[in-house]
């Protein structure tokens, strides 16, 4: 037993931790809009983390979709765990407003001059594609992800990252795809919302995944874009400490495998901590 007065430095000692960190995903632009870039994306292994220390996490909401009267898409909220933060995806363009820079940058727009794709974070996403602007057939270029997305005349969304910080592979953080005007809208994966297609509306990114949201299409009667998926944040550490998740967070951790515990925050502002 410790002698009175004097720290027991075992409870001071640190650890070290592998972290996924993805940010909100933007949302899709309206109207033959662009798609949403995808939240940023940070993984690492080897992070120096101390026992008994709250730490900051804080899960980022995905952007909200660009409403009807050619708005483009908002940006996507930030997630941070500690000192690591990832960027919220960038919002899809949409008419004569450009695609925003995010963690991935979101798509241009398909029915006007402002139609360049935006960029994304270095080490954290890539590019949106181009819309076709003022060339018909009108289309949004795709949103990036953990790859850029496809220009107008594809209006895929950027493919995503993957990881096996769970024990599985699993891939998140795909970007929108671009808007249709008298054409079918992009396709999406790893969490990316689809575009939609002439009157349809674009679909949302999945929850957790900081997928991109998907374009609105447009023939006579345009359609909104969809929201961008919300963040993440996941932590694997040894199995023989014991994380607390604080009030305002929702999480849980696995049973542990292989001497490592896993522990996924989904929701919410807060801290963790290990003893």
């Known amino acids: 037993m410790p002698i009175l007065g004097v720290v027991d430095s075992s409870k001071l000692k640190g650890f070290d931790l592998q972290y996924l960190v993805i940010a909100g995903g933007g949302g899709g632009g309206a109207n033959a809009g662009g798609g949403g870039g ?100 009108f289309a949004g270029g795709g949103g990036g992800g953990g790859g850029a997305g496809a220009n107008g005349s594809v209006k895929n969304g950027g493919t995503g990252a993957f990881s096996s910080i769970t024990g599985t592979s699993v891939g998140r953080a795909g970007g929108g795809g671009g808007g249709g005007w008298n054409s079918a809208g992009g396709t999406a994966s790893s969490g990316g919302g689809a575009g939609g297609a002439d009157r349809n509306a674009g679909t949302a990114g999945t929850a957790n995944t900081g997928g991109g949201g998907g374009a609105g299409g447009d023939y006579n009667l345009g359609r909104p874009g969809a929201a961008g998926g919300s963040g993440l944040v996941i932590l694997k550490y040894p199995d023989t400490l014991t994380i607390t998740i604080g009030a305002g967070l929702t999480g849980s951790t696995a049973a542990p495998s292989g001497g490592f515990k896993v522990s996924t925050i989904t929701a919410g502002t807060g801290n963790v901590s290990w003893a």
């Open 38 to 137: 995808a939240g940023g994306y940070l993984t690492a292994t080897g992070f120096s983390t101390p026992k008994s220390t709250n730490i900051t996490v804080t899960i980022g909401a995905g952007g909200a979709g660009g409403a009807l009267s050619y708005n483009r898409g908002v940006n996507g909220n930030n997630s941070v765990f500690s000192t690591i933060t990832s960027t919220g995806g960038g919002g899809g363009g949409a008419r004569d407003f450009a695609a925003t820079t995010g963690g991935s940058g979101g798509g241009g727009n398909g029915r006007g001059a402002t139609d360049a794709g935006a960029s994304g974070t270095s080490g954290q996403g890539f590019d949106g594609a181009a819309g076709t602007g003022t060339n018909s057939p």
